[in-house]
T-cell receptor
Framework: DAGVIQSPRHEVTEMGQEVTLRCKPI?????LFWYRQTMMRGLELLIY????????DSGMPEDRFSAKMPNASFSTLKIQPSEPRDSAVYFC???????????FGSGTRLTVV | GIQVEQSPPDLILQEGANSTLRCNFS?????LQWFHQNPWGQLINLFY???GTKQNGRLSATTVATERYSLLYISSSQTTDSGVYFC?????????FGKGTRLSVIA
């Protein structure tokens, strides 16, 4: 299994631009999670899906952030418009079911200048 | 929500030394994982250990769920063990991460 695949690995964009991060979970995993890692706040959950349905998006910081999961093999996290404070590493993870181990992707390092 | 505390926050070891990292959590959990974040930023899953003891090479982990703590043992440390070690727990909400233990192994 190729694991959780995220793209791009690095993204540098200008303030105000739209940014789209992508994730392909492990096949057969029912849960997908988006986390953000910053120096100040550590690793924090943004949103998670169960069987492609968003369950809890209370961690999404602002309306500028949105996430979708159109099918079981693909999810996107979009920031529009981006701001310098959005600079962070964004991780996607998937899990077979509740209570099972999570597998994380390699992350996307986002820099907004 | 559930609280996760890791200690120590920083640790410097001479190559070959042993160490114990601790994770305390504030509520019952159905999932506990230890991760190693390497210098390239990747989160590598070390153990899925909601209870009991597991070993993988020089690493082992023990979780005592009734007392709400977990320990990660690193024996005969190597420079490649450097990085940040995270404990994360799942109770009624998805994985909540501690702040990590930053380990530096010096040759």
């Amino acid at each position: 299994d190729a694991g959780v695949i995220q793209s791009p690995r690095h993204e540098v964009t200008e303030m105000g631009q739209e940014v789209t991060l992508r994730c392909k979970p492990i096949s057969g995993h029912d849960y997908l999670f988006w986390y953000r890692q910053t120096m100040m706040r550590g690793l924090e959950l943004l949103i998670y899906f169960n069987n492609n349905v968003p369950i809890d998006d209370s961690g999404m910081p602002e309306d500028r952030f949105s996430a979708k999961m159109p099918n079981a093999s693909f999810s996107t996290l979009k920031i529009q418009p981006s701001e310098p404070r959005d600079s962070a590493v964004y991780f996607c993870a998937s899990s077979l079911s509740a209570g099972y181990g999570y597998t994380f992707g390699s992350g996307t390092r986002l820099t907004v200048v | 929500g559930i609280q996760v505390e890791q200690s120590p926050p920083d640790l410097i070891l001479q190559e070959g030394a042993n160490s114990t990292l601790r994770c305390n959590f504030s509520d019952s959990v159905n999932n506990l994982q230890w991760f190693h974040q390497n210098p390239w930023g990747q989160l590598i899953n070390l153990f899925y250990i909601p209870s009991g003891t597991k070993q993988n090479g020089r690493l082992s982990a023990t979780t005592v769920a009734t007392e709400r703590y977990s320990l990660l043992y690193i024996s005969s440390s190597q420079t490649t063990d450097s990085g940040v070690y995270f404990c994360a727990v799942e109770g009624n909400t998805p994985l909540v991460f501690g702040k990590g233990t930053r380990l530096s192994v010096i040759a």
